[in-house]
C-alpha cells in the first residue's frame, strides 16, 4: 500500500490558522477512525497531536484539531506560534494489521 | 517519567545483522503494545512492525516481513528488534513508539516514544 499523501509544505503567520490535508483512500482513511497525528522537530522524536481523528492527548493545546471527510483527513492549527514550526506527519490504520504514514508537511511560521 | 530509550545501532554491511533494543522505564511496560518506527535520513516515518500485549500477535510491514522479528521481555520491560538480510534501504533512524491504549492492532496512537538509534547499511 502506498504512503499517505500530504502536501510537502504549508505556511502561515503567527496568529493565524492552517490546516493540512492527508488524503488516503476508502481502505484506509476513508474506513477507519484511526487517523493520528504527530509532530516532530528536527533532530527529536515524533510527539502525538491528535489520534483517533479528533482526540488530543493529555497537555497538547486546544489549538491543535482535527477532523476527516471522506478519505481525507486534516489537522487545523490555529493562532500559529513560533513553537508550532515542525514538521507534521498523519498515520492511519489501513486494515489487515497495517499502518500507513503521510509523506510529512513541513509547517513554517512566516 | 515515562521514557522508551533505544540502543542496538550502527554500521552493517549489507547481508547483515543487527538487534536492536528498546529499555523502558516510568510505566506498566506489560500493559502495552508497541511498534517499531523507521525513519530514513531527509524522509518521513515508516511503520514496520508491531507487538500486542503479551507477545502473541507481531505484524510487519512488507518492506521487512521475513526478515526483521520483533519480540519483547516484560521481565525486563524491553522490545527488541532483530533484523536480519540488512539491505541499503534499511538505512535510518529506528524508533520504538507505545500505543496509548489497546487496539489489538497499530494505529490507536502513539503516545511516548524513544529517541531513536540510528542504522546505517553501508559496503
Known amino acids: 500500500q502506498s504512503a499517505l499523501t500530504q502536501p510537502p509544505s504549508a505556511s502561515g503567520s503567527p496568529g493565524q490558522s492552517v490546516t493540512i490535508s492527508c488524503t488516503g483512500t476508502s481502505s484506509d482513511v476513508g474506513f477507519y477512525d484511526y487517523v493520528s497525528w504527530y509532530q516532530q522537530h528536527p533532530g527529536k522524536a515524533p510527539k502525538l497531536m491528535i489520534y483517533?481523528?479528533?482526540r488530543r492527548p493529555s497537555g497538547v493545546p486546544d489549538r491543535f484539531s482535527g477532523s476527516k471527510s471522506g478519505n481525507t483527513a486534516s489537522l487545523t492549527v490555529s493562532g500559529l506560534q513560533a513553537e508550532d514550526e515542525a514538521n507534521y506527519y498523519c498515520?492511519?490504520?489501513?486494515?489487515?494489521?497495517?499502518?500507513?504514514f503521510g509523506g510529512g508537511t513541513k509547517l513554517t511560521v512566516l | 517519567e515515562e521514557l522508551l530509550e533505544e540502543s542496538g545501532g550502527g554500521s552493517v554491511q549489507p547481508g547483515g545483522s543487527l538487534r536492536l533494543s528498546c529499555a523502558a522505564a516510568?510505566?506498566?511496560?506489560?500493559?502495552?503494545?508497541l511498534n517499531w518506527v523507521r525513519q530514513a535520513p531527509g524522509k518521513g516515518l515508516e511503520w514496520i512492525s508491531f507487538i500486542n500485549k503479551g507477545g502473541t500477535d507481531v505484524f510487519y510491514a512488507d518492506s521487512v516481513k521475513g526478515r526483521f522479528t520483533i519480540s519483547r521481555d516484560d521481565a525486563k520491560n524491553s522490545l527488541y528488534l532483530q533484523m536480519n538480510s540488512l539491505k541499503f534501504d534499511d538505512t535510518a533512524v529506528y524508533f520504538c513508539?507505545?500505543?496509548?491504549?489497546?487496539?489489538?492492532?497499530?494505529?490507536?496512537?502513539?503516545?511516548?516514544w524513544g529517541q531513536g538509534t540510528t542504522v546505517t547499511v553501508s559496503s
Open positions: 516510568g510505566f506498566t511496560f506489560s500493559d502495552f503494545e
Open positions: 483517533e481523528v479528533t
Open positions: 513508539a507505545r500505543e496509548s491504549a489497546l487496539l489489538w492492532t497499530p494505529g490507536y496512537g502513539m503516545d511516548v
Open positions: 498515520s492511519s490504520y489501513a486494515g489487515n494489521n497495517n499502518l500507513l
